[in-house]
């Protein structure tokens, strides 16, 4: 067992125009103020992090991530969600992900494939510059629009996609091998990879490699209606990355798992801040306490209520209350007798 690391804050939530959510200096300062010692960084926002820089020069990211050091804060792992994105985008969703790049490759989904390809490997290189293990990221969807399908899907349609999805992926997660850095895959509606069955399709197709992880984010689990409690069981070896986020799910006559087409306000499933909706964070942290988890816990703030300031200082508090500091012996070792084989063997009756 271990002692999870934390609070950490996502800050992909919080970057802005204004200050302090404007700079890296500034908002690590503003995160270390809130009561975190960790911040996962989006790689998409050069005001936070030159990714061209961090990939090309050690020297530069011991710099960067020193200014963040010297702030209170450690760099807990990157994030390529939104390149990752478009590492796969069925054309139905061409033109809102356009706004994922820059302009220069919108309207053209071959340039903007090969320039999010290209970003994932920058910061895979720059995690392993940053001394890191873990970066997070989204799979990106080609099946996504047939989740739930009328008519039903041809035969071998779902395989293609997972196949022509690995094909893409494959060559990032021997890059990310050779970087030493697990690429944490976020568990999540939208993407192809959204559930327990959608990973493993993928990870049979990549050779069950040992870079493709998973990031676990309960509420992602809530809104779907799947048990979280027991994904972790299942897939503690596949785990590499952890979100704190809360959810509730309040189905009516009304409306259940697909919302309605309502905003986030009027949904059954919603995203609430650490400790005000539905997930059962005792029971999720003493598990990753018993299965020797070596990372971090994260806040990922999303709430459709609260201002994100005071949640963000709110989930602070809450991940170090939960962290279980895990005991080094066992609680009745002071009942211990102490006894040698041969006194074992005689209380069973094997000597006589």
């Given at each position: 067992?271990?002692?999870?690391?934390?609070?950490?804050?996502?800050?992909?939530?919080?970057?802005?125009?204004?200050?302090?959510?404007?700079?890296?200096?500034?908002?690590?300062?503003?995160?270390?103020?809130?009561?975190y010692?960790?911040?996962?960084?989006?790689?998409n926002?050069?005001?936070?992090?030159?990714?061209?820089?961090?990939?090309?020069?050690?020297?530069?990211?011991?710099?960067?991530?020193?200014?963040?050091?010297?702030?209170?804060?450690?760099?807990?792992?990157?994030?390529?969600?939104?390149?990752?994105?478009?590492?796969?985008?069925?054309p139905?969703?061409d033109?809102?992900?356009?706004?994922?790049?820059?302009?220069?490759?919108?309207?053209?989904?071959?340039?903007?494939?090969e320039?999010?390809?290209?970003?994932?490997?920058?910061?895979?290189?720059?995690?392993?510059?940053?001394?890191?293990?873990?970066?997070?990221?989204?799979?990106?969807?080609?099946?996504?629009?047939?989740?739930y399908?009328?008519?039903?899907?041809?035969?071998?349609?779902?395989?293609?996609?997972?196949?022509?999805?690995?094909?893409?992926?494959?060559?990032?997660?021997?890059?990310?091998?050779?970087?030493?850095?697990?690429?944490?895959?976020?568990?999540?509606?939208?993407?192809?990879?959204?559930?327990?069955?959608?990973?493993?399709?993928?990870?049979?197709?990549?050779?069950?490699?040992?870079?493709?992880?998973?990031?676990?984010?309960?509420?992602?689990?809530?809104?779907?209606?799947?048990?979280?409690?027991?994904?972790?069981?299942?897939y503690?070896?596949?785990?590499?990355?952890?979100?704190?986020?809360?959810?509730?799910?309040?189905?009516?006559?009304?409306?259940g798992?697909?919302?309605?087409?309502?905003?986030?306000?009027?949904?059954a499933?919603r995203?609430?801040?650490?400790?005000?909706?539905?997930?059962?964070?005792?029971?999720?942290?003493?598990?990753?306490?018993?299965?020797?988890?070596d990372?971090?816990?994260?806040?990922?703030?999303?709430?459709?209520?609260?201002h994100?300031?005071?949640?963000?200082?709110?989930?602070?508090?809450?991940?170090?209350?939960?962290?279980?500091?895990?005991?080094?012996?066992?609680?009745?070792?002071?009942?211990?007798?102490?006894?040698?084989r041969?006194?074992?063997?005689?209380?069973?009756?094997?000597?006589?």
């Open positions: 067992m271990r002692t999870i690391k934390g609070p950490g804050l996502f800050l992909a939530q919080f970057i802005g125009a204004d200050a302090p959510f404007d700079g890296w200096d500034s908002i690590t300062r503003w995160a270390a103020g809130c009561g010692s960790g911040v996962q960084v989006p790689t926002d050069p005001r936070i992090l030159d990714l061209d820089r961090a990939a090309a020069s050690r020297d530069w990211c011991a710099e960067w991530a020193g200014q963040g050091a010297a702030n209170g804060v450690t760099v807990t792992e990157l994030s390529t969600h939104l390149q990752g994105q478009l590492v796969a985008v069925h139905a969703y033109a809102m992900f356009d706004a994922f790049a820059p302009p220069a490759v919108h309207g053209n989904p071959a340039a903007r494939q320039w999010a390809v290209d970003q994932v490997k920058k910061a895979l290189t720059a995690s392993k510059h940053l001394g890191l293990t873990a970066m997070a990221s989204f799979s990106g969807a080609l099946a996504w629009p047939y989740v399908p009328w008519p039903q899907r041809p035969a071998g349609l779902i395989e293609e996609a997972f196949d022509e999805l690995a094909r893409r992926w494959w060559p990032l997660l021997d890059h990310a091998d050779e970087c030493g850095v697990d690429i944490c895959f976020e568990i999540h509606p939208g993407e192809d990879l959204h559930d327990g069955d959608s990973f493993e399709m993928f990870l049979a197709r990549v050779g069950n490699h040992p870079r493709a992880k998973m990031l676990y984010d309960p509420s992602h689990y809530v809104l779907q209606q799947l048990d979280y409690l027991d994904h972790l069981d299942i503690a070896e596949r785990i590499g990355m952890f979100h704190v986020k809360d959810a509730e799910f309040n189905p009516t006559g009304r409306k798992v697909y919302g309605g087409y309502q905003p986030w306000l009027g949904r499933g995203f609430r801040s650490p400790g005000d909706g539905q997930v059962d964070f005792g029971a999720i942290f003493s598990k990753f306490a018993a299965m020797d988890f990372g971090w816990a994260v806040v990922e703030w999303e709430c459709c209520l609260k994100p300031e005071d949640g963000a200082r709110e989930g602070a508090a809450f991940v170090r209350n939960h962290i279980i500091r895990v005991t080094e012996r066992a609680f009745d070792d002071f009942a211990a007798a102490g006894t040698d041969a006194a074992n063997r005689r209380l069973l009756g094997l000597d006589r």
